[in-house]
């Protein structure tokens, strides 16, 4: 029904940018929250940044200051701006959309294939 397309990932030195991307397609009436998610190996998928419908933000404490999250409503698609990049940064990264298919149906949540982000040098 719903289908999450994310790009943009790959192998950055440390102190680099990347940007991320993720596209829906497929049945929407309309998308509400945005997110971008990221798991390291051997630890639990963690939050790294959220927008609501309206534009408003949150980061975790780890990413604050250099990463950026924002969305382009008209193309169904939300970005991650990743600046200063850590070692610590490495995970898959996975982007999660609320996705509302018709205006009868109820709100769900619909998750990227993941894309992987390494810093290393």
């Known amino acids: 029904q719903v289908q999450l397309v994310e790009s943009g990932g790959g192998l950055v030195q440390p102190g680099g940018s990347l940007k991320l991307s993720c596209a829906a397609s497929?049945?929407?009436?309309?998308?509400?929250?945005m997110g971008w998610y990221r798991q390291a190996p051997g630890k639990q998928r963690e939050l790294v940044a959220h927008i609501t419908s309206i534009g408003s933000t949150n980061y975790a404490d780890s990413v604050k200051g250099r990463f950026t999250i924002s969305r382009d409503n008209a193309k169904n698609t939300v970005y991650l701006q990743m600046n200063s990049l850590k070692p610590e940064d490495t995970a898959v990264y996975y982007c999660k959309m609320e996705v509302k298919t018709s205006y009868y149906s109820s709100n769900y949540d619909y998750w990227g294939q993941g894309t992987q982000v390494t810093v290393s040098s």
């Open positions: 497929g049945r929407i009436f309309r998308i509400y929250a």
